[in-house]
């Protein structure tokens, strides 16, 4: 493929092994996929996981020099103070965050360890070309604010900003970027969480194509696209998407689709029942309450602080947040409302982390099918259900 003098320098070790190794990465990633050439990029945000792969490759990138070009934001792993604190932490498990966080650190990312950055902290506007990894982040930047990213992994994500540029392939190029099935809403969305189950039901029948919803709503929710943004990638893969007169691409069918022939398929009701039946285990009694994958907002953390107020949980609540949110609940004096009731505000932290030892093999209650997919491979079971519902499941120590 092409490359710049400058990006040649890159790849020819003139800015040292980091570079160059994420450099390599690049133009390997540029030529399966047939790019010609590399486009810079304005931002990037690393899926950090905090897992082996993850923290080796940091070191690695660190150990040789590599410095971020872009900072990328990252995701959350955990809050090592905090779990200490509330929880039988193992030293293991402290010691790898800590590495984590150094080696992020050295290599200069944002370290907000937030899974919602398109919503406070890195906020593209139309057609920027961005690399982006996390499931929700990566089509909420292409359907939402129409920016250009391809679906990156963690580590490409990485080795973008630290080259602070792309290979020029798939969804940064226009004609990659068209609708390919239209998806025609007749589910009743009622609520935010009936995204979660729009999500979840559409990948099973679109396969990989790039869906075009109509009948949607012109005012969603942040949070109600959010969640459809996530369950898609949990579901499926689904890095773009076009919603009919919200997506800036799509103000109509005919700009949704360009010249493309496409399939109808409708998602009903039946669909979405079927789905959380399938996806929820029975109600009854909870041990606890999981929020928070993706973190939860500003909004949802003030309306749990006023449904708990003055009141005593029986399962305990474990709600997953930014630190911007944390640190702002606090200045309002909703963070301790929320204590006084036996809640825990988290920063920082994914569900899918090794803190969670003491819930092993109980019941809890969560808002979101893919905190449900992700920990049930650390024994942790649960019934899905609306987000308020789970705060009153909280309240009582079970759930309908
Ligand atoms: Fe966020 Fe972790 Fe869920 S990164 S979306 S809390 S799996």
């Not at 150094?102 to 899974?115: R, T, V, W």
């Not at 959380?276 to 993706?294: M, N, Q, T, Y």
Request: hydrophobic share 40%.
């Amino acid at each position: 493929m092409y490359l710049t003098d400058e990006q040649k320098r890159m790849l020819d070790g003139e800015y040292g092994e980091g570079t160059a190794l994420a450099m390599r990465v690049q133009v390997g990633i540029g030529e399966a996929f047939g790019a010609e050439r590399m486009l810079p990029i304005t931002r990037a945000h690393v899926a950090l996981s905090n897992q082996d792969a993850d923290v080796w490759f940091a070191e690695k990138l660190a150990g040789l020099g590599a410095k971020c070009r872009i900072a990328p934001t990252t995701n959350p792993g955990f809050d090592v103070e905090y779990f200490n604190e509330h929880v039988d932490l193992k030293p293991v498990d402290m010691e790898q965050m800590n590495r984590t966080l150094m080696a992020y650190q050295k290599l200069g990312a944002i370290l907000n360890f937030s899974c919602t950055p398109y919503l406070y902290d890195n906020i593209p506007r139309q057609n920027e070309i961005c690399a982006f990894s996390e499931s929700s982040a990566t089509p909420y930047m292409n359907a939402i604010y129409g920016a250009k990213s391809n679906r990156e992994s963690a580590l490409s994500a990485l080795c973008a900003g630290i080259t602070g540029v792309v290979p020029e392939y798939g969804l940064l190029l226009d004609e990659n970027r068209k609708g390919e099935i239209l998806v025609e809403v007749e589910a009743d969305l009622t609520n935010d969480f009936d995204y979660q189950l729009l999500g979840y039901a559409v990948p099973k029948k679109i396969g990989h194509k790039i869906p075009v919803f109509s009948n949607l709503p012109q005012m969603i929710s942040p949070e109600a696209i959010m969640y459809l943004c996530a369950e898609l990638n949990t579901a499926g893969a689904v890095p773009m998407f076009h919603i009919l007169g919200v997506t800036p691409e799509a103000k109509t069918l005919e700009e949704a689709f360009g010249k493309r022939d496409y399939e109808i398929i409708k998602i009903t009701n039946e669909d979405l029942q079927e789905v959380h039946e399938k996806i929820s285990e029975r109600a009854g009694k909870i041990d606890f309450v999981l929020l928070g994958c993706p973190h939860v907002t500003l909004d949802q953390v003030i309306k749990i602080a006023h449904m708990v107020e003055g009141e005593k949980l029986k399962s305990e609540l474990w709600i997953n947040t930014s630190a911007h949110t944390k640190d702002v609940v606090k200045r309002m004096g909703l963070l301790e409302v929320i204590e006084a009731a036996g809640g825990h505000v988290v920063k920082d932290t994914c569900i899918d982390q090794p803190i969670w030892h003491h819930l092993e093999g109980k019941l809890g209650a969560t808002e979101s099918p893919k905190c449900s997919y992700y920990a049930k491979r650390r024994q942790l079971n649960f019934v899905i259900r609306p987000f308020e519902q789970c705060i009153q499941g909280a309240l009582k120590g079970e759930i309908q």
